[in-house]
């Protein structure tokens, strides 16, 4: 059978690209579902736990499997977590899974529903998936996969599945590169967090809205999405239709800010949504837009509150203004 180059070269490029981490880095603390070595552990909890409480720079990997705990990040000193993974660029290949299944009717807070909680600063995660898998119901509320208080922490090639409340995003810098977050009812949320978002897919899985920023006075607190994906979850529940919206406000000065959208799932026309109908909450938010495409903004009608920015508006919401101007001394830029 004859193959012309091109297609040769569409099917050896990506193997010669994909980067694997299959193997411990070294100095790292190891988690194994089958470990039988003596120093090894049975679950990312254990392992935490294992880690000195002082300000020293830790690495844990973790080999495949599906782990079913809730884990807590509350030390000092700076963290990383690998997952095993044959690409370390592709979140579709991701083979650690950290699932806990909790909500706000079980626990005491949002927070304390969370299958990973971050309370650390400087902390990075790699191809993990993390689910609450309480939140994969219509009507089950809020169960969050991940809730990040920490600073300077990142996640690159990972997963976040829910339902209702998925991301926390609530407190400090942080950013989400390459990743993919799913949900439906305000499934990237949070009060004062600053969060830059690049080059992920976005998926809902039925009606609602993606984020619900809670910024509550003119501080720094603010969501950037840069060049996102936005799609209809692959098993998206049939009330998706017509019923996607960006954000709607938590807090009477929201704050969030899309840019070069590719929007390929089938929002509502009004793009935007109030808080309700009996407590708008526009007042002082900004959302706004710069080159939002796909077939779901196709005849949208935006309501008054929101902002179509010009292209040096725009510019002016960048990762340097959302995390700060270090950033580069702490973001993995392989990932942008």
């Known amino acids: 059978m004859y193959f ?13 690209n994909a980067t694997s981490r299959t193997s411990p880095p070294s100095g790292s603390v190891v988690v194994n579902p089958t470990a039988t070595t003596s120093g090894q552990f049975k679950t990312l909890s254990s392992a935490v736990a294992s880690l000195p409480n002082d300000g020293s720079a830790q690495t844990i990997f973790m ?26 660029m592709d979140f579709a290949v991701n083979q650690v899974v950290i699932t806990h299944n909790a909500s706000l009717a079980t626990s005491s807070s949002d927070d304390t529903t969370g299958t990973l909680r971050v309370k650390s600063d400087n902390v990075r995660l790699y191809n993990l998936d993390v689910r609450n898998d309480f939140g994969v119901a219509l009507t089950n509320g809020q169960a969050i996969a991940l809730s990040e208080y920490g600073s300077k922490f990142g996640a690159y090639a990972c997963r976040f599945f829910s339902y ?16 993919y977050i799913e949900g439906a009812v305000d499934y ?21 809205c993606i984020t619900a920023n809670g910024r509550e006075s003119d501080d720094d607190t603010i969501y950037v999405f840069e060049s996102n994906t936005i799609i209809s979850a692959s098993d998206a529940f049939s009330n998706v239709a017509k019923n996607v919206f960006l954000g709607r406000p938590w807090g009477d000065f929201a704050k969030v800010v899309f840019k070069n959208t590719a929007i390929n799932a089938p929002m509502n026309s009004a793009i935007w949504s109030e808080w309700s109908s009996t407590d708008p909450r526009t007042d002082n938010i900004l959302f706004a837009e ?22 040096s508006q725009a510019s002016a919401y960048n990762i340097s203004t959302v995390v700060g101007s270090d950033w580069p001394s702490w973001v993995d830029t392989t990932y942008m």
């Open 188 to 208: 990237i949320f949070g009060r004062t967090g600053q969060a830059y978002f690049q080059g992920n897919t976005i998926a809902s899985k039925g009606a609602g």
């Open 4 to 16: 012309h180059a091109t297609w040769l070269l569409a099917f050896v490029l990506p193997l010669v």
């Open 164 to 179: 209702q409340d998925t991301l926390y995003a609530n407190v400090g810098t942080q950013v989400y590169l390459k990743s």
């Open 63 to 88: 080999f495949p499997g599906t782990y079913k705990e809730q884990v807590l990040i509350n030390r000092s000193g700076a963290l990383t977590i690998y997952g095993y993974t044959t690409d370390t």
């Open 290 to 311: 710069f080159n939002s495409t796909g077939f779901g903004v196709s005849g949208a009608t935006r309501p008054s509150f929101a902002t179509a920015l010009t292209s």
